[in-house]
T-cell receptor, first 113, second 115 residues
């Protein structure tokens, strides 16, 4: 089955700096890569996703890049703000009927004021 | 729309007791999922239901059973709870289509402690 590794497990940045979180996956059949943000005590919420026919996707201060050859994808957050502090999870799935997601272990991002 | 709802929010069980976690969605989604979240391990898929009438095992199904009662509801049952099942349980749903994509919407979670 799919295996997703996520690094780093914790990340602290100064407000206004950029943050980068990286994930690798093992199954070459995976073609959908979402990123979820989870605030303390809350449910995970999708912030951005990318499909394997696209190399990069941006949404305001958030961007995701995908390298299919190397089987890795990254989340980039620019101009970080205190409200970006949360746990971020990457995930991967194939084109199966129910989109089984395999999640990374999470990155605790802390934005220091 | 309430989205995805789960009951109960909190539960404490003794080893060997049984219970059912309830999940419902009002978004007309086809697929529903049950995950558990443990510290440092992300979310792991327990069972999923691609469509009404079907259920399949995920990564960690041992000790659990599920029922897709109808299109809206998907329940998770622990027949004989064990301390290793102490976790936060999330239900999720999605509606796969070209226009709406594959986003999984999560419920608020159930925090379960097994003593």
């Amino acid at each position: 089955g799919e295996n997703v590794e996520q690094h780093p497990s914790t990340l602290s940045v100064q407000e206004g700096d950029s943050a980068v979180i990286k994930c690798t996956y093992s199954d070459s059949a995976s073609n959908y890569f979402p990123w979820y943000k989870q605030e303390l005590g809350k449910r995970p919420q999708l912030i951005i996703d990318i499909r394997s026919n696209v190399g990069e996707k941006k949404d305001q201060r958030i961007a995701v890049t995908l390298n299919k050859t190397a089987k890795h994808f990254s989340l980039h957050i620019t101009e970080t703000q205190p409200e970006d502090s949360a746990v971020y999870f990457c995930a991967a799935s194939d084109a199966g009927s129910a989109r089984q997601l395999t999640f990374g272990s999470g990155t605790q991002l802390t934005v220091l004021p | 729309n309430a989205g995805v709802t789960q009951t109960p929010k909190f539960q404490v069980l003794k080893t060997g007791q049984s219970m059912t976690l309830q999940c419902a969605q009002d978004m007309n989604h086809n697929s529903m999922y049950w995950y558990r979240q443990d510290p440092g391990m992300g979310l792991r898929l327990i069972y999923y239901s691609a469509s009404e009438g079907t259920t399949d095992k995920g990564e960690v199904p041992n000790g659990y059973n599920v029922s897709r009662l109808n299109k809206r509801e998907f329940s998770l049952r622990l027949e004989s709870a064990a301390p290793s099942q102490t976790s936060v349980y999330f239900c999720a749903s999605s509606f796969r289509s070209r226009s709406t994509g594959d986003e999984q919407f999560f419920g608020p979670g159930t925090r379960l402690t097994v003593l």
